[in-house]
């Protein structure tokens, strides 16, 4: 296994010495300098410690940032001062190991290692932990429509569906063929959604938006259009109304907007629908799919490895799947 | 299929208003070689000195058809009739939707692609559709499929473990290959043989399943498995002639059988689909642009798939 220390002082040599001296595993010391770049350029399975007498009182929003660096890797926090009052929120924010000050001066067995490794297989499997990233304002809609009442501002999870190229599609297939063709995009589309409570919300000649409801745990779309996307050309290949090469772009985001019924949305303003829209008219590229920053929170740890930073758009970080090469 | 008596009486309707004797005759003779009205004669014990009432020979007809368990092959001609028309006349077969919808409820359902009547696959699903003869021969789309290193699998992890993650496989292999129509032939234990044989193509169906086989097990491995490593498979895809048989151990025996074993086994690397030319070249170009080439032996070329990752060499 690898580990990686983040740690300016000397009796952290004697902590790890164990594992120094281990043929099986290997552990780097790594300097504060660029420490962005450092947890970017190891390997996404590392283990990595905060020694966090590094910060003190006066870095504490470096060690803010820090943190959510490392919220989608495996880390541990290293404590012998007892700075941390609260331990149960590190784990609570995705912390796999913590070292007090009595674990410190017996130092790192290679059978702690073990064991932190088991429980980072086991908590792969549990569902993600609550992300607090959500307004105040808006109520989680929940784990399905039973709560759900119109006028009322809620958090959903939001999937915005396009195919590329509709205007050129119109005209080269004319306006009763394009019908046909949109006809089994929502069906495609439906059989993914369906199962998943999606709802069709805003829709039009081009595609538009299916609204889940979000319990604050888990986004399943993320999931099924993952499935859809590795699957796209298998999917076009046996659809016989869908086999002509359309493509069509996706965009995953959690927020809040007042929920009304379908065909009632006329009049509704909510910054998540609009900044969905964008991103989908403005920024997303044929053929894939997106995720805004509050989405990509709720990727399975395990597949995360499969979208890459994209960069800014309108103040958000947005991922993007990586295509299989085809 | 059972043919119910109100089934034969209506055979017998629809024989009698549609055709004339000399066309029944030649529509038994299609099912029945050497059915003629001597032997309707014969058969029925009719004074050969009279003229045999239509009716009668069609109750003939339909009472032999029954007795040989042709009733489908029956209702497929008629259907053919409706649609081609026979020797150039076309003709209108008078109760066919009602013997449809008897068949469809007692579990078949009508093939276009091979104009014949198979199992509803909603109804039940049976190794041979429901149609196919023991030891006659049919030209058969395979997907084989194998669990790498087994062995060291069964050795290293507790035997529920092993067995909860190879059900689950065995499970995404019949979900995929049954949802393009295709009966597991054989499995044992660490992999299997699906057989495709209906649809408008086959090869193409087997190959898709194949690919959607190793996207599944990517998400079972990341999201789903038990273990703590990847499950790593190798599947092929080969079409060619093959006997229906119920003992897996004639299968063996095959020469496609022999073929599509060598192609998985000595020609396809680690989780990645191997297929044969005579599959190859029958997939949609989108899709065959998927597979790479790969020298099979100094003659022969096979064709590969694998999930290649945008940014990754492999």
Known sequence: MIVAVFSSFSDIHMFFKELEASMEHSIYYLGWENYEDQIRKMPADTLFYVDIRNFKKDKISELIDCFSLLEEKNYGVIDPDGFIHDIGRLFHNGAVDYIGKNIFEYGFSSIRLKIVNRYILAREYDPEPVMEIFDENAELSGDNWTSVVTGKNYTFGMLFAEVDDHQQWKLKLGSEKYEHFMRSFYNILNSIVEPIMGRFWMWSDTGGIVLFPFNGRNCEIIKSTFKLFLNRHLISIENPDFDIGMTYHFVIHIGETIYEDRGFTSELISDSVNSIFHIGNQFAERDSLYLTEEAEKFIPLRLREFFEDQGMFEDRHIKRMKTVHL | ?314
């Open chain 2, 1 to 314: 299929m059972i043919m119910k008596r109100h089934l034969r009486t209506l055979s017998i309707n629809s024989l009698t208003e549609a055709l004339d004797i000399k066309t029944m005759l030649n529509v038994a003779n299609l099912l029945m070689s050497g059915y003629d009205s001597e032997y309707v004669y014969n058969r029925t014990g009719f004074p050969r000195n009279m003229p045999m009432p239509p009716r009668e020979v069609a109750r003939q007809i339909i009472e032999d058809i029954n007795s040989l368990d042709l009733y489908l092959d029956f209702v497929t001609i008629l259907i053919q009739m409706q649609e081609q028309g026979l020797k150039g006349r076309s003709y209108r077969i008078p109760y066919l939707r009602e013997m449809l919808n008897d068949i469809l409820e007692q579990g078949f359902v009508y093939e276009p692609s091979r104009k014949m009547f198979i199992e509803d696959p909603e109804v039940r699903r049976t190794p041979n559709w429901g149609v196919l003869k023991l030891n006659e021969e049919y030209t058969i789309s395979f997907l084989r499929v194998d669990i790498v290193g087994n062995t060291d699998l069964v050795r290293k992890y507790p035997s529920d473990v092993i067995r909860s993650t190879y059900a689950d496989f065995k499970n995404i292999v019949t979900t995929i290959s049954e949802k393009r129509n295709a009966r597991i032939w054989n499995w044992e234990g660490d992999g299997g043989l699906a057989a495709f044989y209906f649809g408008s193509n086959v090869h193409q169906s087997a190959v898709l399943s194949g690919m959607e086989i190793l996207h599944e097990l990517l998400i079972y491995n990341r999201l789903h498995s038990s273990l703590d490593e990847a499950l790593n498979i190798r599947i092929a895809v080969h079409s060619g002639p093959c006997n229906f048989f119920v003992n897996p151990s004639e299968l063996d025996r095959n020469e496609t059988i022999i073929t599509i074993k060598d192609l998985e086994q000595n020609n396809t690397e680690t989780d990645s689909l191997s297929i044969s030319r005579t599959v190859f070249v029958m997939l949609d170009p989108l899709i065959a642009k998927q597979f790479t080439t790969i020298k099979r032996n100094e003659k022969t070329e096979c064709y590969n798939y694998r999930i290649r990752w945008e940014g990754s060499d492999r």
